[in-house]
């Protein structure tokens, strides 16, 4: 099915199995476990450089929980943004999760992953 045209619900479901593992690999600073779904681009040393980094140095980076609410979807002319809000073990404040998809050669792929 085409990502653009997915309904919300269609969305939520084909997007949580992903924002699982990328939670999961967070929690465990597992780089191929992160990366595994993401565009080549995202997958450069440089990329696995700046994420190991942001994981040593924002310690709640890797405290996330796996309950998350599916907010919404924004339908971009590249790209497919879910919107969640997410938990952590270190704070009780709502944290804004971002999990955009797109094509590339015909397969979807991970086009970024952030949080706020």
């Not at 969640?84 to 404040?93: A, R």
Request: net charge negative.
């Amino acid at each position: 099915m085409d990502i653009y045209k997915m309904t919300d619900s269609h969305l939520k479901n084909f997007a949580t199995p992903y924002l699982k593992q990328l939670v999961a690999a967070c929690n465990n600073k597992d780089w191929d476990k992160f990366s595994e779904h993401f565009r080549a681009s995202g997958k450069t040393p440089d990329a696995k450089a700046n994420v190991e980094n942001q994981w040593e140095n924002n310690p709640g980076l890797c405290a996330f929980k796996q309950n998350f609410e599916f907010m919404g979807s924004l339908r971009k002319s590249d790209h497919v943004a879910t919107i969640w809000k997410m938990y952590n073990d270190d704070t009780t404040d709502e944290i804004l999760g971002v999990l955009c998809f797109e094509y590339e050669n015909d397969v979807v792929k991970v086009h970024t992953y952030r949080v706020f």
